[in-house]
């Protein structure tokens, strides 16, 4: 009950659209995923695996959030919408952790044993991110929108973009979890294209000079 009554107060936090904490409890499908969870993984780390997977396909069917019993799951995760997440067998995730819809925590198909991420203390996934391998994702780091983490991400960090690269927040840290931003990150890859960019219109121009000074 005291861990319910966590998970309940960081949901009030962080939605803004959530009116009391029995709404929260009754209505939300991230509270009843992580409940059946609990269950799942209680039954799976006995061996009783079958009723596991029963109880864990039952949470999916209602839910729309697949959570594999042997997953690890940490204190008040806040898991908003949650449509289409998918969480492997050997993923973890820390404490204080907020998670988006369609949100993937996989594997690659190519390892053994630990095959899927393991996401520190409060981490925020953004909408359609996929985090896939046998990595870490650093603590009070954020992985925005859509991006696709193949490697593993230091704390205090911000990934984006396919395949996501490293933004470091250097000497700050930020509850990202709490300060939920998934638009207003930097994108190294864009902030690339628009140096090139000045750089071609730079010498476009200094060309169209010597143009003109030859034809006088």
């Known amino acids: 009950m005291t861990r319910l009554g966590e998970t309940l107060r960081a949901y009030q936090a962080r939605d803004p659209a959530a009116r009391s904490r029995l709404e929260i409890f009754l209505l939300y499908p991230g509270v009843h995923a992580v409940l059946y969870h609990r269950i799942a993984h209680f039954l799976y780390c006995r061996r009783l695996k079958f009723l596991a997977r029963v109880v864990s396909q039952w949470s999916r069917c209602w839910t729309g959030i697949e959570i594999h019993p042997g997953a690890k799951i940490g204190r008040r995760l806040v898991i908003d919408h949650g449509m289409g997440i998918v969480i492997g067998e050997t993923a973890e995730v820390g404490d204080d952790c907020l998670i ?49 983490v193949l490697s593993e991400i230091p704390p205090d960090s911000t990934a984006v973009g396919v395949p996501a690269r490293v933004v470091r927040i250097a000497g700050e840290k930020v509850d990202y979890a709490g300060q939920v ?36």
Do not use: C, M
Not at 125 to 134: E, I, R, Y
Not at 189 to 213: C, F, H
């Open 181 to 216: 931003d998934q638009i207003h990150v930097t994108d190294p890859v864009q902030k690339e294209l628009q140096a090139l960019s000045s750089r071609l219109e730079w010498l476009e121009q200094l060309l169209d000079e010597q143009a003109r000074s030859k034809n006088v």
């Open 100 to 148: 988006y819809h369609g949100v993937t925590l996989g594997g690659t198909g190519k390892d053994q044993g630990k095959r899927h991420p393991t996401l520190g203390n409060n981490v925020l996934v953004s909408t359609g991110a996929k985090v896939l391998g046998p990595f870490k994702v650093g603590d009070n780091s954020r992985i925005a929108a859509n991006a696709v």
